[in-house]
């Protein structure tokens, strides 16, 4: 029955990309106007800078996963796990640069991607359990 209704819905992979995208552009917003606050203007654009990090991953992952499971589902291992291993370079190498550079934004940017992630898993939990599980047909 709920593959059924999955194949009927083709739009429910990204469905909650919205709200998540909107909730990180609030808390890019609160991370700009924090950092401003406490540190100046290179606090505000590492703050504001590490939220975007976070976006950019999660929503990469997002769409590369629900274009995989959309062709195939059998992809989703083989291309989350190639992924998550590009990803987690690329940050790798660009934290390194940025903290060779000695740049004052370094901690404002780092609290600024956990607080993404933070802000993205909470959101997408309280879509998932909120939204997702009360719609027709779940």
């Known amino acids: 029955m709920r593959a059924a209704v999955a194949a009927d819905d083709r739009g429910w992979r990204l469905r909650h990309l919205p709200v998540l995208l909107v909730a990180s552009a609030v808390l890019g917003a609160v991370a700009a106007l924090v950092g401003a606050v406490t540190g100046g203007g290179t606090a505000a654009a590492g703050a504001a800078a590490g939220v975007a990090v976070t976006v950019l991953s999660y929503t990469l992952s ?77």
């Open 62 to 138: 997002t769409v590369v996963l629900a274009r995989a499971d959309a062709i195939n589902p059998q992809l989703v291992l083989p291309l989350g796990l190639g992924l998550y291993a590009v990803k987690f370079t690329v940050l790798g190498v660009v934290m390194v640069a940025v903290a060779s550079a000695g740049w004052d934004g370094l901690v404002p940017l780092c609290v600024g991607i956990v607080a993404g992630v933070v802000v993205w898993t909470g959101v997408h939990i309280w879509w998932l359990t909120r939204v997702f599980s009360h719609r027709p047909g779940s």
